[in-house]
């Protein structure tokens, strides 16, 4: 899968995203509301569509249902609800929504939702009552009058904590961008056997779907030595919640540096530390064939299915290349 990246030209680029080869489009919280260019991705049909992520908490969970069922419907049953916390700062000062106790608010706000789903499929009442969220009222005015699968519900997590708690009730984890083959092996999975094991789950009906950035060169109109890609991997790394990535390979100091410009506002310089090392580690960069090596050897036994994060949108012919060598 990769992505879209909003919503005016989201029908032209899906329909070559689709004949390039790819399997699904994905969208995120960026710059653009994350459902409208699936909605509109959705009319060129033979698709999976996918949220990569739809922040959580500043949405109500009816909400939520709501666009969950509506693209379904309109993907013939080929969508995913993929859900993430986003950090305290964001939410707070952005969106001005709580964040509290954010492992235990995603684990209700996927309760919830399992609980309407259930609520609209049955036509049985609606009862949910948690500390975070309320539901109890649902009349046929306001029940979706067709049928519709079951909806995947992913949920985007580095920590240890959420990712175990994604393993115990979510259908799949969304593994954030900012990793490595290390971390993935090493905290991640562990992490995932740990959720799956406390909730007795079958290993095999729970999908890990990683995400890795990709930077291709020598493409037109890209930037030299991926400055793109830098200057993407220095905002991540500013973020305190990010540095365990960092830290496993023995980079954890490179975290306050970044965050220091950061606060002083000086963007252009943090990619310049991003050095060689750093970059190549957590992006896939290069020809299509050696982004597709670097691809293939991080998710290999891990997962069957990726999605292709693009600092700036990659040409469709150098996605097909990519997706070709991945098989």
């Given at each position: 899968m990769t992505a879209l990246f909003g919503p005016t030209d989201a029908v032209d680029r899906?329909?070559?995203?689709?004949?390039?080869?790819?399997?699904?489009?994905?969208?995120?919280?960026?710059?653009?509301?994350?459902?409208?260019?699936?909605?509109?991705?959705?009319?060129v049909g033979g698709l999976d569509l996918m949220t990569n992520v739809a922040i959580a908490f500043p949405r109500n969970p009816i909400h939520l249902a709501h666009q969950a069922v509506d693209h379904q419907l309109l993907s013939g049953g080929r969508f995913t609800l993929g859900l993430g916390t986003q950090i305290r700062t964001q939410i707070e000062k952005?969106?001005?929504?709580?964040?509290?106790?954010?492992?235990?608010?995603?684990r209700e706000l996927?309760?919830?939702?399992?609980?309407?789903?259930?609520?609209?499929?049955s036509g049985e009442r609606l009862r949910f009552?948690?500390?975070f969220y309320r539901h109890t009222l649902m009349t046929p005015t306001f029940?979706?009058?067709?049928?519709?699968?079951?909806?995947?519900?992913?949920?985007?997590?580095?920590?240890?904590?959420?990712?175990?708690?994604?393993?115990?009730?979510?259908?799949g984890l969304l593994v954030m961008p900012f990793g490595s083959k290390r971390f993935l092996h090493e905290v991640t999975l562990a992490a995932v056997a740990r959720g799956l094991a406390a909730a007795g789950r079958d290993p095999g009906r729970f999908d890990v779907v990683p995400e890795i950035i990709v930077s291709v060169a020598g493409e037109p109109g890209a930037e030299p030595d991926h400055a793109a890609a830098r200057r993407l991997l220095a905002f991540y790394g500013s973020t305190p919640a990010y540095r365990p990535v960092l830290d496993v390979h023995g980079w954890g100091d490179l975290?306050?540096?970044?965050?220091?410009?950061?606060?002083?506002?000086?963007?252009?310089?943090?990619?310049?530390?991003?050095?060689?090392?750093?970059?190549?580690?957590?992006?896939?960069?290069?020809?299509?064939?050696?982004?597709?090596?670097?691809?293939?050897?991080?998710?290999?036994?891990?997962?069957?299915?990726?999605?292709?994060?693009?600092?700036?949108?990659?040409?469709?012919?150098?996605?097909?290349?990519?997706?070709?060598?991945?098989?």
């Open positions: 899906a329909r070559a995203l689709r004949e390039a080869g790819a399997a699904g489009v994905f969208t995120f919280e960026g710059p653009h509301d994350v459902f409208t260019p699936l909605t509109l991705a959705s009319t952005r969106f001005g929504a709580d964040f509290d106790r954010p492992v235990a608010r995603m996927v309760g919830a939702l399992r609980a309407i789903f259930a609520a609209w499929s009552a948690g500390e029940s979706p009058r067709s049928d519709f699968a079951p909806i995947p519900i992913y949920v985007g997590a580095l920590g240890p904590q959420l990712t175990r708690m994604t393993a115990e009730v979510a259908d975290q306050p540096e970044l965050n220091a410009l950061s606060k002083q506002g000086r963007w252009a310089e943090m990619g310049k530390l991003v050095d060689d090392d750093v970059l190549h580690t957590i992006a896939a960069c290069g020809s299509p064939a050696e982004v597709a090596a670097h691809i293939r050897d991080r998710v290999d036994g891990v997962a069957d299915r990726v999605c292709l994060y693009q600092p700036g949108p990659i040409a469709v012919d150098s996605l097909s290349q990519i997706i070709d060598a991945l098989g």
